[in-house]
Nanobody
Framework: VQLQASGGGLVQAGGSLRLACAAS????????MGWFRQAPGKEREFVAA????????YYADSVKGRFTVSRDNAKNMLYLQMNGLKPEDTAVYYC?????????????????????WGQGTQVTVSS
């Protein structure tokens, strides 16, 4: 599986961006997918995830209510709609795909679940 993230940019606080992640291969619809981010000098952190089975969604507390993760299995696409952006959301955002297929996770927030990573897209929020 190859992943290509896009949609990052510079936005003012309170603004919105929509990140997209294009996935190759035939197993996309069978994989849990996630978004992570890494700010300068900080460790990578979980942002959001979506299951493969029923599109259940999971969010970090810091983005809950502002960000929405979704997927389009027909197009092999993963999205992250980000509203109400804050300066602390500034980071490189990465999309990630499950190592396996058709796996159920009670907690898909751990980066160890994901074996495939996109190259990252920069999001900068100015105050």
């Amino acid at each position: 599986v190859q992943l290509q993230a896009s949609g990052g940019g510079l936005v003012q606080a309170g603004g919105s961006l929509r990140l997209a992640c294009a996935a190759s291969g035939r197993t996309f619809s069978s994989k849990a997918m996630g978004w992570f981010r890494q700010a300068p000098g900080k460790e990578r952190e979980f942002v959001a995830a979506i299951s493969w089975s029923d599109s259940s969604t999971y969010y970090a507390d810091s983005v809950k209510g502002r960000f929405t993760v979704s997927r389009d299995n027909a197009k092999n696409m993963l999205y992250l709609q980000m509203n109400g952006l804050k300066p602390e959301d500034t980071a490189v955002y990465y999309c990630a795909a499950d190592r396996g297929t058709r796996t159920y996770y009670s907690n898909p927030r751990s980066s160890s679940i994901y074996g495939y990573w996109g190259q990252g897209t920069q999001v900068t929020v100015s105050s």
